[in-house]
């Protein structure tokens, strides 16, 4: 009865699952800078214990076109604290959580944290 009160009858949603390759050593950031030299390159940077990290993970993860021509990594910043730094040196972006890096070139060509992450429409920029 309450199911079909409040709408509860719907067929569960099916889980997307991304092509996340787990960043976890420092030495991946040689490889990533260099394979975004023929590949654009993507590091979404997801504290574990932020509740606004997780729900802008989860909406990155709704909105993510799986047709992209793009590598994309998952960094653990609170387990791999070490490789976030690094990050921040390496292509020069101020630390923020959560935050996605679009490499190209060696470079960073943007960066967006928080809410703006899905703001951006990552086509334009593969």
Same mark, same amino acid.
């Given at each position: 009865?309450?199911?079909?009160?409040?709408?509860?009858?719907?067929?569960?949603?099916?889980?997307?699952?991304?092509?996340?390759?787990?960043?976890? $050593?420092? !030495?991946?950031?040689?490889?990533?800078?260099?394979?975004?030299?023929?590949?654009?390159? #993507? &590091?979404? %940077?997801?504290?574990?214990?932020?509740?606004?990290?997780?729900?802008?993970?989860?909406?990155?993860?709704?909105?993510?076109?799986?047709?992209?021509?793009?590598?994309?990594?998952?960094?653990?910043?609170?387990?791999?604290?070490?490789? $976030?730094? !690094?990050?921040?040196?390496?292509?020069?972006?101020?630390?923020?959580?959560?935050?996605? #890096? &679009?490499? %190209?070139?060696?470079?960073?060509?943007?960066?967006?944290?928080?809410?703006?992450?899905?703001?951006?429409?990552?086509?334009?920029?593969?």
């Amino acid at each position: 009865m309450f199911g079909k009160l409040f709408g509860n009858n719907k067929t569960p949603k099916e889980e997307k699952v991304l092509p996340w390759q787990n960043l976890t $050593s420092i !030495e991946q950031l040689d490889e990533i800078e260099l394979s975004s030299k023929g590949k654009t390159q #993507l &590091i979404f %940077k997801h504290s574990t214990r932020c509740g606004i990290s997780r729900m802008v993970l989860n909406q990155f993860t709704e909105a993510y076109d799986l047709d992209l021509n793009a590598d994309l990594y998952y960094l653990d910043l609170l387990n791999y604290r070490d490789v $976030s730094n !690094e990050v921040g040196y390496k292509f020069q972006v101020m630390h923020q959580s959560p935050q996605l #890096l &679009i490499i %190209k070139n060696g470079v960073v060509v943007i960066h967006a944290s928080h809410g703006a992450i899905n703001d951006l429409d990552l086509s334009t920029f593969i």
